[in-house]
Each structure stands twice: as C-alpha cells, then as structure tokens.
C-alpha cells in the first residue's frame, strides 16, 4: 500500500514506512502497527502544511506499507525490484515500537551529510541525539532499498521494552504510551520536512 506527497521537483523520491503484517499473537500493535501509525501522521501533518501555506517540498514523499515483512521480507524484497529503476534518494522505517526516539543515523555519500547535521540540529530539543558514524541499516524492508543505493535515514527508538512485547499476545495498545508517540510523529515529521525539501 502507497500513498505520495508530489514534490516540485520530478523523479526525486524519499520513502518513508513501516510493515501491515505482524503476528497472530497479539494485535501487532508494536510490531508494526505503530509504524504504520507514526509515518502516517507524518505524512498527514506535511500534507496539513502544504494545504495551510501552498509550501510543497522539493521532493516526492511516499508512504509505502510493506506487506509479508515477517514471512523474510518479501513485501521490501518485491518493492525494492519493482522500484529499482527510480531514484529514491532516502528511505526510513520505523518498525521499533512505540517509545521515544532518541537518535538519528544515516547511510548516505558524504554529500548528504550536511542535511544530516541539520536534521540533528532540530531533532536535539525533542532529545534526540545524533549516531556516530555513517552506516545504518535503516530497517528490514528499507535494507533492499539501501542495497541498491537508497540513502538511508535511521531514527532510532529506545527499545528497552520492546522484545518484551513484541511476536507475543501482550503486543496490544494499551502498551502505547502517548507522550512516546506524538514524539515520534515530530521527530519523523521534521526530519522527512527536511530531507524532502534539502536542495542538495
């Protein structure tokens, strides 16, 4: 499933998702109804933006909601090959839970480095610092993506609770803590604001 955000400028993509499927244990609520959730209202809250002011970033925004992640990637697999001849500049996933976020990583040519210092820059206040180094793997369905040559924007949440919760019946939504994930819409908003509209 996709849904896109055109962008002024044509042919330059940035992916930003998570998973539908999840085990039948539970309501799949961390694993990865809340990604699904989180990429969502932040694409709904740059959509919001540009109907309120006619600002549009300079590139594509696309949602994709992976299928049949937990059967060995196949949705990621299938959709990196069939989107293999665009260029997607940057890919993300969040498929962590629910709680906060408190780095953000990159993989991407020196050239975007720059972006990612800035990326950090505003990220900070909401506590989230940036990671050493230059070589995240973004996620199980991004890693097809970043395979062949997507760039890769990582935020990384605090999964402390996570494999507690997660492939088990306990994974339900009363796990969610609201504070946690109106951060993570902020910090994903902001982020995909800035890295769709960068004119490097």
């Given at each position: 499933?996709?849904?896109?955000?055109?962008?002024?400028?044509?042919?330059?993509?940035?992916?930003?998702?998570?998973?539908?499927?999840?085990?039948?244990?539970?309501?799949?609520?961390?694993?990865?109804?809340?990604?699904?959730?989180?990429?969502?209202?932040?694409?709904?809250?740059?959509?919001?933006?540009?109907?309120?002011?006619?600002?549009?970033?300079?590139?594509?925004?696309?949602?994709?909601?992976?299928?049949?992640?937990?059967?060995?990637?196949?949705?990621?697999?299938?959709?990196?090959?069939?989107?293999?001849?665009?260029?997607?500049?940057?890919?993300?996933?969040?498929?962590?839970?629910?709680?906060?976020?408190?780095?953000?990583?990159?993989?991407?040519?020196?050239?975007?480095?720059?972006?990612?210092?800035?990326i950090g820059a505003v990220l900070a206040?909401?506590?989230?610092?940036?990671?050493?180094?230059?070589?995240?793997?973004?996620?199980?369905?991004?890693?097809?993506?970043?395979?062949?040559?997507?760039?890769?924007?990582?935020?990384?949440?605090?999964?402390?609770?996570?494999?507690?919760?997660?492939?088990?019946?306990?994974?339900?939504?009363?796990?969610?803590?609201?504070?946690?994930?109106?951060?993570?819409?902020?910090?994903?908003?902001?982020?995909?604001?800035?890295?769709?509209?960068?004119?490097?």
């Open positions: 499933v996709s849904a896109e955000i055109p962008g002024t400028v044509p042919g330059e993509v940035i992916v930003l998702g998570g998973h539908l499927d999840s085990w039948d244990l539970g309501h799949g609520v961390f694993d990865d109804g809340a990604g699904v959730a989180i990429t969502m209202a932040a694409a709904a809250a740059i959509k919001d933006h540009i109907d309120r002011t006619g600002q549009r970033p300079r590139r594509t925004i696309r949602v994709v909601l992976w299928g049949a992640e937990e059967f060995g990637v196949i949705g990621g697999r299938a959709y990196a090959a069939a989107h293999k001849d665009e260029t997607i500049m940057l890919a993300g996933e969040s498929d962590a839970g629910a709680d906060r976020i408190y780095n953000v990583g990159s993989k991407v040519a020196e050239a975007g480095l720059p972006l990612f210092g800035e206040p909401l506590g989230i610092q940036p990671e050493a180094g230059n070589k995240s793997g973004g996620g199980a369905d991004v890693g097809p993506l970043a395979a062949l040559g997507a760039g890769v924007l990582d935020l990384g949440q605090d999964m402390t609770r996570y494999f507690d919760i997660h492939h088990t019946p306990d994974d339900t939504l009363d796990k969610v803590d609201r504070a946690q994930l109106a951060q993570n819409v902020a910090a994903w908003t902001a982020a995909l604001w800035l890295a769709a509209s960068d004119d490097r």
